[in-house]
């Protein structure tokens, strides 16, 4: 290490960091919106808590001041029609989910069909630091693996720390339900298709 480089960042760290493919969902009476970020961690166990960073003036911030909830969606990498519709300029005119099969959980936010697996969150709070991104925190209120994760731990599952364990669910406590369903109050509500 060169000790006279004080204050260096080496840019390889961040690409360590936890990163996914993630789409931010969010509806508000007629209006929904949905925004791509790498950006989401698990921020507290008890309630489970994620934090999610999106760039500011994106077209999704005043949906979710509006709703109050949002949904996160894990996408495949290389799904190149989510990439396609939600990339574009924040402020596009044409609705992104036409086409796509959705549906919702406990807080009414847009689920892909599609996703890898989902978690829907009340908002229950955002930072707004000085810098190019917001970051928002949601309280899980549900969840569920819609298709099998890849894991290191060679048995196809994560391990028991508030992610998927041995039956790929968990709860607001990190801890297996065996329903399927992450949640985090002890509230469901039924899925209802909206495509």
């Known amino acids: 290490m060169d000790t006279t480089e004080v204050g260096h960042i080496d840019p390889t760290i ?16 007629d209006r929904c919106a949905g925004f791509l970020t790498q950006w989401v961690q ?19 911030e005043p949906v979710l001041r509006d709703s109050r909830h949002f949904a996160i969606c894990s996408i495949r990498p290389d799904d190149r029609v989510i990439q396609r519709r939600f990339s574009h300029a924040p402020n596009r005119v044409e609705d992104p989910y036409v086409g796509l099969r959705c549906f919702t959980d406990v807080t009414g936010s847009p689920i892909l069909h599609r996703c890898r697996y989902y978690l829907d969150c009340e908002l229950v709070g955002h930072l707004a630091m000085e810098s190019d991104c917001r970051i928002y925190i949601g309280q899980v209120l ?52 909206i495509n």
Not at 14 to 29: E, K
């Open 14 to 29: 961040a690409q360590a960091l936890p990163q996914g493919a993630f789409l931010m969902t969010s509806q508000a009476d």
């Open 42 to 60: 698990q921020c507290s166990q008890v309630p489970m808590l994620v934090s999610v960073a999106i760039p500011r003036g994106t077209s999704i």
């Open 142 to 193: 549900s969840g569920r693996i819609l298709e099998a994760l890849e894991s290191s731990n060679g048995n196809g599952h994560a391990n028991g720390n508030g992610h998927a364990n041995g039956n790929g669910h968990a709860n607001g406590n990190g801890h297996a339900n065996g329903n399927g369903h992450v949640n985090g109050n002890g509230s469901r509500r039924s899925k209802r298709s």
